[in-house]
């Protein structure tokens, strides 16, 4: 079976030594995209506008520094712990979404003690455009031929060049598409359905379709923690499973109050 062979170059742009990744390039990009659908939002609900510039702030540091810990923490500890100014080194790669997302929801709660709003409330609409972030950043991840899938003789297989020869489950791309399709779901939701306007639900229908997606992925995904476990589970699907969790509560606790 012959199969799609991907041997893009990460390197988009070049300068003398001046190097522009494309995977930098989609972060951007995600980063600006959410922030032009927050100004909808807040502009939807008559919100300040002027807040958001604040938001913007507190959510790309929330975001860097828990992808970065995360990174160090839940995929590698002896390394970075044995190397501690190594976690410093962002730019030799490795940022994780779990410690993102628990940046993200950190910095938040920072965000709404200073401006008084509901933490709830901006959960709910964070999440809608951090799923299209969730898009941007796999395209860049298969921009970089990195976290791929196992090898596989499907239909589905590519064949990264800069690794290996052999077809593999582009992983990058199941959760690319699943987290699009996540985002446009609440986008829906939030437009024309009464369900947005129940307190937690957007927020942990986020985090269930996010984290079952990331559980599912991960059988067909390459093994990322630098570190070897007992167990059958993958350390990206232990930590999926309380995101996991915490999503189903919040969508039985909406309906449990009143909109």
């Known amino acids: 079976m012959d199969h799609f062979v991907w041997s893009v170059n990460p390197v988009a742009i070049s300068f003398g030594s001046l190097h522009i990744y494309w995977y930098g390039i989609f972060f951007a990009t995600a980063i600006l995209a959410g922030l032009q659908y ?11 506008e002027a807040m958001l510039d604040s938001m913007f702030l507190y959510i790309v540091i929330g975001i860097v520094v828990g992808a970065r810990l995360g990174h160090c923490l839940f995929y590698d500890p002896a390394y970075y712990l044995a190397h501690p100014l190594k976690i410093f080194a962002v730019w030799e790669g490795g940022l994780a979404s779990h410690g993102g997302g628990l940046g993200v929801m950190i910095a938040l709660w920072l965000y709404v003690k200073k401006y008084k709003l509901s933490y709830l409330w901006v959960l709910d609409r964070v999440a809608i455009p951090t799923a299209l972030f969730g898009f941007f950043v796999r395209l860049g991840n ?13 239909a589905f297989g590519i064949v990264f060049t ?23 779901l609440l986008t829906l939701i939030y437009k024309f359905s009464s369900l947005g306007l129940r307190k937690g639900f957007l927020f942990g229908l986020f985090l269930t379709l996010i984290f079952s997606v990331r559980f599912l ?31 189903l509560a919040l969508i039985v606790l909406s309906f449990r109050k009143k909109a």
């Open 162 to 184: 800069r690794v290996d020869m052999l077809p593999r489950h582009p992983a990058q791309l199941y959760e690319s598409l699943a987290y699009l399709c996540t985002f446009i």
């Open 217 to 247: 992925v991960e059988f067909v995904k390459e093994k990322q923690a630098a570190y070897v476990t007992d167990l059958t589970l993958s350390t990206g699907q232990l930590l999926s499973i309380p995101f996991l969790l915490l999503g």
């Open 142 to 154: 298969f921009m970089n031929s990195e976290i791929l899938g196992h090898p596989t003789e499907s």
């Open 38 to 48: 927050m100004k909808w939002v807040y502009a939807k609900e008559g919100k300040d």
